[in-house]
């Protein structure tokens, strides 16, 4: 079974430009969900989708970070326009319907200039 | 107060010795219990559910106590493989989302 994947593995970026992250969750799981580390801290949630539908937005830091997963497969994480604070790196995870295991992905490490 | 406490580390032990450390979470409506490996630069991977009644799994060993609210994790005859970031994790009775300790950091040395 092929397991979370994330592109891309890193993105350097200037300040004020937009990024782009992308998530595959495996196969058949209906829960995406998206984290972040940033340096020093732990990781926290940002948002959780059961398929297409966003179930749970309280971790998102403001609107400049928009999340989507049209068709409920994969999804995406758009931030827009970046800053200094955003850098880090964004894990994506996905489990299926009503289990509580997760299972990440290899994380996007985003450095914002 | 962060939701999941833990103590840093490093612990660094010999190959062959025994570990073990814990942390503590403060939301009492905390519902399943985790404790994950992170590799350096890796994502976290998934080592062990804990459950109340205490659980193993070969050199692993966890153990939840639900009135003083915290977790532990021993780990026997340590390997140099053990060598890792030891994330606990605990996620909410009503929501998916996981909540996670900063980690604790153990090197194994041969």
């Known amino acids: 079974e092929a397991g979370v994947t994330q592109f891309p593995s890193h993105s350097v970026i200037e300040k004020g430009q937009t990024v782009t992250l992308r998530c595959d969750p495996i196969?058949?799981?209906?829960?995406l969900y998206w984290y972040r580390r940033v340096m020093g801290k732990e990781i926290k949630f940002l948002l959780h989708f059961v398929k297409e539908s966003k179930q749970d937005e309280s971790g998102m830091p403001n609107n400049r970070f928009l999340a989507e997963r049209t068709g409920g497969t994969y999804s995406t994480l758009k931030v827009q326009p970046a800053e200094l604070e955003d850098s880090g790196v964004y894990f994506c995870?996905?489990?299926?319907?009503?289990?509580?295991?997760?299972?990440f992905g290899p994380g996007t490490r985003l450095l914002v200039l | 107060r962060k939701e999941v406490e833990q103590d840093p580390g490093p612990f660094n032990v010999p190959e062959g010795a025994t570990v073990a450390f814990n942390c503590t979470y403060s939301n009492s409506a905390s519902q399943s219990f985790f404790w994950y490996r992170q590799d350096c630069r890796k994502e976290p991977k998934l080592l062990m559910s804990v459950y109340s009644s205490g659980n193993e799994d070969g050199r692993f060993t966890a153990q939840l106590n639900r009135a003083s609210q915290y977790i532990s994790l021993l780990i026997r005859d340590s390997k140099l493989s053990d060598s890792a970031t030891y994330l606990c994790v605990v996620n909410h009775k009503y929501d998916y989302k996981l909540s996670f300790g900063a980690g604790t950091t153990v090197t194994v040395r041969a």
């Open positions: 196969s058949g799981h209906d829960n």
């Open positions: 995870a996905s489990s299926r319907r009503d289990s509580q295991t997760q299972y």
